[in-house]
């Protein structure tokens, strides 16, 4: 089994619905075993067009049996359930599945960066991250998850607690 990261977002239509339908379908998965599921914090925009509301994020660390292939493709398919549309770079989204780390897999292929490229830049990523697996190693970089967040600036209101038990199942 491979430990690995993933990012979650959304910020069009039902976003808590979006990303629980997608937390729904990597835990139904046959191959992954989710580990830890982050809180949910609302945050901000980065890049992209202007005037997009605001995101949901957060992020899960599971154990996997699939190859970095295999579990991309997953989360295309699981973006692609919820009408995620791939028009605008860094565009608004109904759901984002992004593959951040794959155990010690470090590829540069234009089909498959691993580990994400601009994760360890941006605090929406790496506070949700660091709540998971905060000693996680980052592959390329050689420092800890938490190592790599107290390097990012805090920008008042960039992150904010929107729920801490989003993804427990209703009663």
């Known amino acids: 089994m491979t430990r690995c990261l993933i990012a979650l977002g959304s910020n069009l239509g039902d976003r808590l619905e979006h990303l629980r339908a ?3 379908g990597i835990r139904d998965s046959n191959g992954i075993e989710i580990l830890a599921v982050a809180p949910l914090y609302e945050t901000a925009p980065v890049g992209g067009p202007e005037n997009q509301g605001p995101y949901l ?12 292939a295999e579990l991309l493709a997953l ?5 692609a359930a919820r009408e995620r549309r791939r028009v605008v770079h ?10 951040l780390v794959h155990g010690d897999l470090v590829s540069d292929a234009a ?12 605090r929406f990523v790496m ?14 970089l050689g420092r800890t998850m938490s190592e790599l967040l107290a390097d990012l600036p805090v920008e ?15 009663p």
């Open 22 to 24: 997608g937390l729904a």
């Open 90 to 99: 860094w565009g608004p989204r109904t759901l984002d599945l992004d593959l």
């Open 127 to 140: 506070v949700p991250v660091c709540d998971v697996a905060p000693d996680l190693v980052h592959p390329r």
């Open 156 to 170: 008042p209101g960039d992150l904010t607690v929107f729920s801490t038990h989003w993804s427990n199942p209703s």
């Open 111 to 122: 089909t498959l960066e691993v580990p994400h490229p601009r994760m360890h830049e941006r």
């Open 57 to 68: 994020n957060t992020a899960l660390v599971a154990e996997t049996s699939l190859d970095a």
């Open 75 to 79: 989360l295309h398919r699981l973006e």
